[in-house]
């Protein structure tokens, strides 16, 4: 049980780590640019310390260990004692990487060379100066971050701080027993984060002073997850005979009704510092209570600073975790969410059944409520889709490693600018975009990009420009990456066609079909070899891809000034708008986007056509499939058929079909694996009658149709 | 007395020129330094630019030097209390850098040069 707890844990933990990965690398390639952020640098700081302390306490100790080094470097980065440099943000990447794939080994996947990991670690002990060794230990209180910026919360999440407020009135003699008042305080700041207040008023005149006895006292606020005893230790030597009160100020408790916290007046009384009565005689007034009482000169400011300090420190403990508990977020599984659609989905059709069946029962009762399922079940499926939108965002940043990366390896100045990163799309699209954008962009700097000197020549500057950009255009999102290097070389491109036996060596395309070209499987103009591009992967591959995303590809090129390859996508993939149709007694569904008209198809036309599958329009010949003929249905044609034209890569083809019933938004399901072997059809879908339509693969069935009419073309 | 307190008497104003570190062994001289200091003269002048460090005793004793000189009408100056050096020190002590303490009346504390940490107005109640 235990251990099945832990596993758990380990899995959250492999995610969250993977995450931390992620941000890290952008925040180190943002430290890049700007190498004295602060901001950043505690943000990679407290990543690594994340990593190294959450895998400490879930079993991962080697990556616990392996971050350890690299946190240090960070901590004096902090305190400006080592340098941002090209060599500390390359071997941190390393380190990245190196952690990512303690992660993967951990899991049973992949190995480790333990011999790299060592040479980072030495390389970031080389990186610590000999005497900060010394200073990065000792603690100084005054220089702990305050909260907010030093983030207790983000750093050691599990646990809860707890606030003390501690009076610490040290015997007047305390030197003489050899204990420095001072150091017990620092001895606290050890424990969290303290500030503290020295009150004065008990230092006499010079006359009385005995210039080795101690007179000051102090307020003390801490904040710390060490439970009460822990703080009782620091005084263990002096409390019996100095005066140590500690009280609990705020429990930590993440869910405190009231942000606000007590005040100054209140504070005051209970610390002693001044007589309730006293408060409420001056209250009236209508000035803050503690100018008035240090102007009477019935308390020293000090008082009222250290009580200030009290209430602040307080609110803004009780500020952020209420940010926190508010901005909280709960990781699901993906599966789960894909369940949830799944349901959403059957929901919806069950809903429109429902919604028929009132219609023909002419209930008004029923049709009351199924017009309020109705509305509840868009409202359901509305935001349920929402929740499977993601910021296109968490996408681009993986990209900016891979430019650096790919610029250093090639010699070339590139840098990567992004727009719309919170363009939001499907999970599932943005999942399946990686890799096709991956390609894109490497195909970008490797053929794009020019080297330095080459852009020189040309008069532009020397860093080449990737372009990553995403927005919305109704229910589609369009990626563009765009670069600004020599464009594409047209003439080389044919030549090239006309090498691989991909173009008949007299053809003369049109420079919008020779871009076509790039797309032709086995078309590859990677003269070398790189790392990175070159593994085989063509343009065919980056289409099928987009394509297979109910997406489109548009390639664009200026020669000299660059080129812009535009992807359409759909926003989800889960719902497609569809045009419905019948054949006899069953249902097909044409994906609407592929749909350019139906017209009516009566004897007569067929007849004109001598018996063959063609049709007039409007001047035009266009060859058209039965549908009935190609999947062997039964039954009589009717007098007037329709034909439904599609288009697909720009050619034209019908399909006849007996009714056109008309547009549907259509919740795609997957065909079990019993039909996974159908051709012609990509999935299925749910009628509201609760009968089944098969939503036809329009590309496969042209495909098809090619097929078979050449067959007969042969035959014939 | 030792050279980290040097001690300068004049009729009108006198000046107490501390440097290095100054610890719990030097409270007592630099309390018999000011008690002379003020004693000789209605202004006096502390001047702390070279100090390194400043122990809580002698932090203690300008304290008191302050409420002297306050109780008995004679000015008392800290000057060269801006320091890196000193201010940390202020602030390792808690010292309430920049409000001064009830015998304060003149509105100058004397450690008004001090970094304000923590400034903040006078509480609203």
Redesign the interface.
């Given at each position: 049980m235990a251990d099945e707890r832990l596993e758990k844990h380990a899995k959250v933990y492999v995610e969250e780590a993977r995450e931390l990965l992620a941000e890290l690398e952008e925040s180190l390639l943002e430290l890049e640019e700007c190498p004295d952020d602060m901001e950043v640098v505690g943000r990679v700081f407290r990543a690594m310390h994340t990593i190294k302390g959450s895998g400490a306490m879930f079993g991962f100790e080697e990556i616990a260990a392996f971050t350890h080094d690299v946190e240090t470097v960070f901590d004096l980065v902090r305190n400006s004692k080592v340098e941002v440099g090209k060599g500390l943000i390359d071997l941190t990447l390393r380190a990245v990487d190196y952690i990512g794939r303690l992660l993967l080994a951990h899991g049973g996947d992949g190995f480790v060379e333990e011999e790299e990991g060592d040479e980072i670690r030495a390389g970031f002990r080389a990186l610590i100066p000999r005497e900060a060794a010394v200073v990065a230990s000792a603690t100084e209180p005054a220089e702990i971050a305050p909260p907010g910026g030093g983030g207790m919360a983000g750093e050691r999440a599990p646990r809860i701080a707890l606030t003390y407020r501690i009076r610490f009135r040290p015997r007047r003699d305390i030197y003489l027993t050899g204990v420095a008042p001072l150091r017990l305080i620092e001895e606290l700041g050890g424990l969290g984060l303290c500030w503290h207040v020295a009150r004065l008023d008990e230092i006499p005149a010079l006359d009385d002073l005995d210039p080795e006895g101690c007179y000051t006292y102090w307020d003390i606020i801490l904040v710390s997850e060490r439970d009460l005893n822990a703080v009782r230790d620091v005084f263990v030597f002096v409390e019996d005979t100095s005066e140590v009160t500690i009280e609990i100020v705020d429990e930590g408790s993440m869910y405190v009704e009231d942000l606000d916290y007590k005040r100054i007046g209140e504070i005051l009384v209970e610390r002693g510092d001044v007589e309730r009565e006293e408060i409420l005689r001056l209250i009236d007034e209508r000035r803050p209570i503690g100018e008035i009482l240090v102007e009477r000169g019935l308390i020293e400011r000090a008082a009222v600073e250290s009580a200030l300090l009290e209430q602040r420190r307080i609110k803004e403990a009780r500020k952020e975790r209420h940010e926190h508990a508010t901005a909280a977020s709960v990781r699901v599984p993906a599966d789960k969410l894909d369940k949830l659609v799944d349901l959403v989905g059957e929901l919806v059709t069950v809903q429109a059944r429902l919604t028929q069946l009132a219609l023909t029962k002419l209930d008004g009762d029923i049709l009351g409520v199924a017009e309020m399922v109705e509305r509840l079940v868009a409202e359901l499926h509305d935001t349920t889709m929402g929740v499977r939108m993601v910021p296109i965002g968490s996408m681009f940043g993986s990209f900016r490693r891979l430019v650096r990366d790919l610029a250093d390896e090639l010699g070339k100045q590139v840098r990567l600018v992004t727009r719309g990163a919170g363009t939001e799309l499907d999970k599932n699209v943005i999942d399946r975009l990686h890799d096709p954008l991956l390609h894109l962009i490497r195909n970008a700097i490797d053929h794009g990009i020019e080297a330095p000197d080459t852009r020189h020549a040309v008069g532009k500057p020397g860093e080449g420009t990737v372009t990553l950009s995403a927005s919305h255009a109704g229910a589609d999102v369009l990626i563009e990456i765009a670069d600004d290097g020599a464009g594409i070389d047209l003439e080389a491109v044919r030549l090239h066609a006309v090498e691989k036996g991909l173009l008949a060596r007299d053809a003369r395309p049109s420079p919008e079909e020779t871009r076509g070209l790039l797309f032709l499987p086995g078309f590859s103009t990677a003269r070398r070899v790189t790392g990175v591009s070159g593994r085989g992967v063509g343009m065919d591959v980056v289409k099928k891809g987009i394509e297979a995303l109910r997406g489109s590809i548009d390639i664009e090129s200026k020669t000299g000034q660059g080129t812009s390859v535009t992807l359409r996508l759909p926003l989800t993939l889960a719902i497609v708008d569809g045009l419905l149709v019948r054949v006899g007694d069953d249902a097909f569904i044409f994906p609407l986007s592929e749909v350019l008209e139906c017209i009516e198809l009566t004897r007569g036309m067929i007849e004109a056509a001598h018996g063959r599958n063609i049709l007039n329009v409007r001047g035009e010949v266009l060859p058209f499939v039965m549908l009935r003929d190609q999947f062997a249905l039964e039954g009589a044609r009717p007098p007037i058929e329709q034909v439904v034209i599609v288009s697909v890569h720009g050619q034209r083809m019908g399909f006849a079909v007996d009714v056109v019933v008309g547009s549907y938004q259509t919740v795609i399901k997957t065909l079990g694996k019993v039909f996974r072997a159908a051709r012609g059809v990509s999935g299925a879908t749910i009628l509201g009658d609760g009968s089944v339509a098969l939503i036809l693969d329009v590309e496969r069935l042209c495909r098809m149709a090619e097929a078979e009419e050449g067959r007969n073309v042969m035959a014939g | 007395m030792s050279e980290k307190i040097v001690l300068r008497r004049s009729g009108a104003e006198s000046a107490v020129v501390l440097s290095g570190a100054l610890g719990?062994e030097d409270?007592?001289p630099?309390?018999e330094a000011?008690?002379a200091a003020?004693a000789a003269s209605p202004r006096v002048a502390i001047d702390a630019a070279g100090v390194v460090s400043i122990e809580?005793?002698c932090l203690?004793?300008l304290?008191?030097?302050h409420?002297?000189a306050v109780?008995g009408g004679r000015d008392l100056r800290v000057e060269g209390c801006s320091t890196p050096e000193f201010a940390?020190s202020i602030?390792?002590?808690?010292?309430?850098s920049h409000?001064?303490?009830?015998h304060?009346t003149v509105g100058s504390c004397l450690w008004q040069g001090g970094e304000s940490?923590?400034t903040?107005?006078?509480?609203?109640?």
């Open positions: - | 719990i409270a007592a630099l309390r000011l008690l003020l809580l005793t203690q004793v304290c008191a030097a409420r002297s109780e940390a602030r390792e002590a808690g010292f309430p409000q001064g303490c009830r304060n940490h923590e903040e107005d006078l509480a609203r109640g």
